[in-house]
């Protein structure tokens, strides 16, 4: 999109009525917030001055080898210790912010012309001194006023880069002090506290300027893995689970996967004992297959193995000949650098942004979740570590300083809705409700159980089928009796479990107990089931089936009943939104391949309501290249799903509500371009009169927090807001309907409010009544008697989502090139149980 376009469609999202209030309906409380208000000095200038930087190895005669160099972005501790050498040489009494890479802005001009360069020294960690050249260049001025003078109704479309000014004048100064990832800063990461897999947890601090009613700047806690120094075999060792004494190439190539995984990319470096000379850093390309005493190369025309080389040319015995290698270089003429394992430490204190596994995630919940009291004082704390105020940026070069006081704003408490069930209505407290008969129960008369899994006794399976269909009469479910003897296979036995799956795909469903840790099996059940034969299965894990109670056991009818095309429950009374016309509600998701996986497809996911109960869906997946976060098949999509309501209930909606989840702020135009003119258009070709459609964006990932203000207005032992808190003024945008919602009561740690931004309202609806839709669809989650931390149709879109992205696993012919014959052979056999995701 032009910047034009942009700006257009920014101008499009629709504003609030009343710029200084929002809705009214449920109880007036007042909440404590993570935003800390941004205060200007009488002598603030508003003029900021944008210079560009370009710093880069200096050399005299610039070699061709120094152009590739040249692409590579350098570090910022070197980027800001040149920069602070030139500001102290040239403008030594101005203070101007600076972001570590390309941006520096000023309070007005800096003393020289539009452009000057100098060449200064930088001495790095191992004691090399090298020269590097640093050009400052002026790009433009930045007019900060506006947001000196925001008020509620008239921010308009200004331009956003003074927000960005602001934020990078905030963060200067922290920034040079502390451990910079992201827009978090790190520090005490030697003190260990272990996750496990090589890596330790750290404490930080998370901060950005951002803009409400007044500008503001958020400050939370940060949490995150980073390595620790370790020996690579003493890693390999935990990994595999087999001493190192005791490791063979066999275990270590078993797991290469897992070890790569982890390793590639992260230093190690490289020592020979007793040889301080020896000492190198490299970069893990590989897990190479090749043994110390497999792999040969020649030298001086003498051909060695790199046992033989290292015991004649670097007098060491490699002690583990036998096992793999790793490669982290080239020579010179272009052959492979291979070095022994034992040789190897990871570098400690490098950042991991890759996925963690199941154990390190565990860990890291465990040890970053916290009662929101204490989540309060940490964030308090991390904002005097930060010492945002120290800061000659902002004392003397802006004029401007932060309030050291969390803000507290106005909240509302919104009531829950009632649930209707057979013969009961129940009522929400404190986001829990109990379960009564299903409003619409179905019965399962044919099933039975596969199990793919070791350590499952018979007597588990008697009890659990006896527990489920002694509950499942509970909640008006009639279970029969299963098709027995239950079949036993291994889960690497994929052509035994897909005929057994083809023998009993008459049945109406199949429970499969798999392993507890797997990261394959569950997939390879859902792909063989959903895809290739289309017969219905719920997974449960060994333990889980070994453990049950009665509310595990509720749970999984609540999801088979769902499965079976039953209703567990409906809203007693519909929200105004929904109760005048008739409205299919969409959730739509996106979610992306981890970072260090190239060659995996982005899945778009859609889910529709098919009828007016507001419970039951059906979901559209699609491929899509990597990172793409439009939806690039919308229109298609939504024509589909709108055939399928109107077969379903012989009649079309009237409106059409559109959740779109994981697009962040920059995105809004681009969904509002993109996908809402799909959407319309796809209402066009449909051709059965006019459809309104409303569209609400659903963000997670923010930092906003909410605490109560009254230790009293609390509904658990963590100190959360209640259920149903909502604020939407003040921290809000100023402009647009804008709210955050925590729609949950949490289970573990700090409850995250959700915030929702409405871009499109043909329907003209009010805040009020945009706030009781979205809640009251938190309270229609399939899986569980609570309400969720969003609306029912986004959390089947996000379940569909990863439900895709388990059946694309293990395939490693994946063709990027031609996403059309892939997205073919991609297709669920599941229409007959249009809920088979839950």
């Known amino acids: 999109m032009s910047s034009e376009q942009l700006k257009l469609y920014h101008d499009m999202i629709p504003k609030r009525k009343d710029p200084l209030c929002a809705g009214k309906i449920g109880k007036n409380i007042t909440v404590f917030t993570n935003m800390y208000q941004i205060l200007f000095n009488d002598k603030f200038v508003t003029n900021a001055v944008h210079y560009d930087i370009d710093i880069r190895p200096f050399e005299e005669k610039p070699s061709k080898k120094t152009e590739i160099k040249r692409e590579t972005r350098l570090p910022k501790i070197l980027c800001r210790d040149i920069f602070e050498q030139c500001r102290n040489k040239h403008f030594n009494k101005r203070f101007p912010a600076y972001d570590g890479n390309k941006n520096a802005y000023s309070a007005n001009d800096l003393p020289f012309p539009d452009y000057m360069q100098d060449v200064f020294w930088f001495l790095n960690e191992i004691g090399q001194r090298k020269q590097y050249k640093i050009t400052l260049k002026k790009v433009a001025y930045i007019d900060l006023s506006w947001i000196k003078n925001l008020k509620p109704g008239l921010a308009g479309n200004k331009d956003q880069t003074a927000i960005q000014v602001l934020d990078l004048i905030m963060r200067h100064a922290p920034e040079s002090r502390f451990i910079n990832v992201g827009r978090s800063l790190y520090w005490n990461i030697d003190k260990i506290e272990p996750l496990g897999g090589g890596l330790t947890l750290?404490?930080?601090?998370?901060?950005?300027?951002?803009?409400?009613?007044?500008?503001?700047?958020?400050?939370?806690?940060?949490?995150?893995?980073?390595?620790?120094?370790?020996?690579?075999?003493?890693?390999?060792?935990?990994?595999?689970?087999?001493?190192?004494?005791?490791?063979?190439?066999?275990?270590?190539?078993?797991?290469?996967?897992?070890?790569?995984?982890?390793?590639?990319?992260?230093?190690?470096?490289?020592?020979?004992?007793?040889?301080?000379?020896?000492?190198?850093?490299?970069?893990?390309?590989?897990?190479?297959?090749?043994?110390?005493?497999?792999?040969?190369?020649?030298?001086?025309?003498?051909?060695?193995?790199?046992?033989?080389?290292?015991?004649?040319?670097?007098?060491?015995?490699?002690?583990?000949?036998?096992?793999?290698?790793?490669?982290?270089?080239?020579?010179?003429?272009?052959?492979?650098?291979?070095?022994?394992?034992?040789?190897?430490?990871?570098?400690?204190?490098?950042?991991?942004?890759?996925?963690?596994?199941?154990?390190?995630?565990?860990?890291?919940?465990?040890?970053?979740?916290?009662?929101?009291?204490?989540?309060?004082?940490?964030?308090?704390?991390?904002?005097?570590?930060?010492?945002?105020?120290?800061?000659?940026?902002?004392?003397?070069?802006?004029?401007?300083?932060?309030?050291?006081?969390?803000?507290?704003?106005?909240?509302?408490?919104?009531?829950?809705?009632?649930?209707?069930?057979?013969?009961?209505?129940?009522?929400?407290?404190?986001?829990?409700?109990?379960?009564?008969?299903?409003?619409?129960?179905?019965?399962?008369?044919?099933?039975?159980?596969?199990?793919?899994?070791?350590?499952?006794?018979?007597?588990?399976?008697?009890?659990?089928?006896?527990?489920?269909?002694?509950?499942?009469?509970?909640?008006?479910?009639?279970?029969?009796?299963?098709?027995?003897?239950?079949?036993?296979?291994?889960?690497?036995?994929?052509?035994?479990?897909?005929?057994?799956?083809?023998?009993?795909?008459?049945?109406?469903?199949?429970?499969?107990?798999?392993?507890d840790y797997t990261d394959v099996t569950y997939g390879n059940v859902k792909k063989i089931t959903e895809m290739d034969i289309g017969v219905l299965t719920q997974c449960i894990k060994c333990k889980t089936l070994r453990s049950c109670n009665a509310a595990t056991i509720k749970n999984l009818l609540q999801k088979i009943n769902s499965k079976l095309n039953g209703i567990n429950h409906i809203l007693d009374k519909m929200p105004s939104c929904l109760s005048n016309y008739p409205c299919m509600l969409v959730g739509a998701d996106v979610t992306h391949p981890a970072p260090d996986s190239k060659s995996i497809p982005s899945i778009a996911a859609v889910a529709a309501s098919r009828n007016n109960s507001a419970f039951q869906y059906n979901v559209t997946l699609r491929l899509q290249p990597p990172k793409e976060e439009m939806i690039l098949d919308l229109e298609a999509i939504i024509l589909s799903q709108l055939n399928i309501y109107y077969h379903e209930t012989k009649s079309p909606p009237r409106r059409l509500v559109y959740y779109r989840d994981g697009v962040s702020e920059g995105q809004l135009p681009q969904v509002m371009f993109y996908e809402i003119t799909a959407i319309k258009n796809a209402i066009k070709t449909f051709n059965k009169g006019n459809i309104e459609v409303t569209c609400m964006v659903v963000q997670k990932r923010h930092h906003v927090r909410l605490f109560p203000t009254n230790p009293y207005e609390t509904d658990d032992k963590k100190g959360n807001v209640r259920a149903g808190t909502i604020v939407d003024t003040t921290i809000t945008h100023p402009d647009h309907i804008d709210f955050y919602l925590v729609s949950h009561a949490s289970i573990q740690g700090t409850a995250r409010p959700t915030k929702y931004r409405c871009i499109c309202n043909d329907s003209k609806f009010n805040e009020d009544q945009l706030e009781e839709m979205t809640y009251f669809l938190c309270h229609m989650y399939a899986r569980c008697t609570r309400s969720v931390s969003y609306p029912a149709p986004t959390y089947y879109a996000h379940l569909a989502a990863f439900r895709g992205r388990a059946l694309l696993q293990g395939n490693p012919n994946f063709n990027l090139a031609d996403l059309e014959r892939e997205q073919r052979n991609f297709t669920m056999k599941m229409g007959a149980s249009p809920m088979y995701f839950v």
């Open 202 to 515: 750290a404490h930080g601090g998370f901060l950005s300027g951002v803009l409400g009613w007044q500008p503001y700047l958020n400050v939370d806690v940060a949490h995150k893995g980073f390595t620790i120094n370790l020996r690579v075999l003493e890693y390999i060792a935990e990994v595999t689970k087999v001493s190192e004494e005791n490791l063979s190439y066999n275990d270590v190539m078993k797991y290469k996967n897992k070890i790569l995984g982890f390793l590639k990319g992260l230093k190690v470096t490289y020592a020979i004992p007793n040889s301080p000379i020896s000492k190198r850093t490299y970069r893990v390309l590989d897990l190479w297959s090749d043994s110390c005493d497999s792999h040969t190369f020649t030298s001086s025309d003498v051909t060695y193995t790199i046992t033989r080389y290292f015991r004649e040319m670097k007098r060491y015995n490699i002690k583990r000949t036998d096992l793999p290698t790793l490669h982290v270089g080239k020579t010179s003429n272009g052959g492979k650098v291979l070095v022994p394992l034992e040789l190897c430490t990871i570098v400690g204190g490098q950042a991991i942004n890759k996925k963690l596994d199941e154990n390190q995630t565990t860990n890291m919940i465990k040890k970053a979740a916290m009662a929101a009291p204490l989540r309060k004082r940490n964030i308090e704390e991390a904002f005097r570590k930060l010492e945002i105020n120290r800061s000659s940026v902002m004392e003397k070069e802006f004029h401007l300083s932060v309030s050291s006081q969390m803000k507290t704003v106005d909240a509302r408490v919104l009531p829950p809705p009632g649930l209707k069930y057979a013969n009961s209505t129940t009522t929400v407290e404190k986001g829990v409700w109990r379960l009564q008969q299903f409003n619409q129960a179905k019965s399962l008369n044919s099933w039975t159980i596969l199990i793919l899994a070791n350590r499952v006794l018979d007597d588990d399976l008697q009890m659990f089928m006896k527990d489920l269909q002694s509950n499942a009469r509970a909640v008006g479910m009639n279970i029969g009796m299963p098709e027995r003897p239950f079949k036993r296979l291994e889960t690497n036995d994929l052509r035994g479990i897909t005929n057994y799956f083809n023998q009993y795909k008459k049945l109406q469903l199949i429970i499969v107990v798999i392993p």
